[in-house]
């Protein structure tokens, strides 16, 4: 606990788990996708995270992991992939701004 304590004190994204069944954080995400071979797609954040491995099978942490990669790799949410470069996870938008 004090260590988990310190690293939220280091950074507060540490302390805002995103995957509630693997217990991953924000900031280990944030990690996973600055390292020097970072994650760029949902199944690489899940390989070095374990972020959606667990029961629920990613059904309520994928939209928060897809955020935090747009906003990591500065892209629109319709880029984020699962896996290669055809696997979205998105096709297109459902309401526009009128």
């Known amino acids: 606990m004090e260590e988990r304590d310190a690293w939220i004190r280091k950074n ?11 217990m991953v954080s924000e900031g280990e ?7 020097p071979l970072g994650a ?3 199944d690489g954040i899940k390989r070095r995270t374990r972020a959606g491995m667990g029961r629920c ?3 309520f942490c994928s939209p928060k992991v897809m955020e935090i990669l747009a906003r990591e790799w500065n892209m629109d949410l319709l880029e984020v992939r699962k896996a290669s470069d055809e696997s979205w996870m998105l096709k297109g938008r459902d309401k526009e701004e009128l």
């Open 40 to 42: 760029r797609t949902m």
């Open 12 to 22: 507060p994204a540490y302390g805002n788990i995103i995957c509630r069944c693997e």
């Open 57 to 59: 099978q990613s059904g």
């Open 29 to 35: 995400i944030i990690d996973a996708i600055h390292r």
